[in-house]
Nanobody, 111 residues
């Protein structure tokens, strides 16, 4: 059974930083591409960042240069470093691995 557990969300002021983590179990993590998605109130879920097995990363345009996705295949963990956060980054963030979802974690950017 695949389990994904996210952590690291919270409230931060505009311009601040947060680091999200997602720990996976029940899956051969190192063989799977991993992504972070988010869903803001009243909006559809959107892809934010993705990291392939090779380490290649892909970012949604609005977060390029501000967010960094990384993976630790020894710890079965994927991180999302979010810098220079903006109010429009406010959303519930989800980790996704081969169609499996974490429970979601709230990120709120507000002064």
């Amino acid at each position: 059974q695949v389990q994904l557990v996210e952590s690291g969300g919270g409230l931060v002021q505009p311009g601040g930083s947060l680091r999200l983590s997602c720990v996976a179990s029940g899956i051969i993590f190192r063989t799977a591409p991993v992504g972070w998605l988010r869903q803001a109130p009243g909006k559809e879920r959107e892809a934010v960042a993705r990291i392939q097995v090779t380490g290649t990363t892909i970012y949604e345009d609005s977060v390029k240069g501000r967010f960094t996705i990384s993976r630790d295949n020894v710890k079965n963990t994927v991180h999302l470093q979010m810098d220079n956060l903006k109010p429009e980054d406010t959303a519930v963030y989800y980790c996704n691995v081969i169609g499996n979802w974490g429970q979601g974690i709230q990120v709120t950017v507000s002064s």
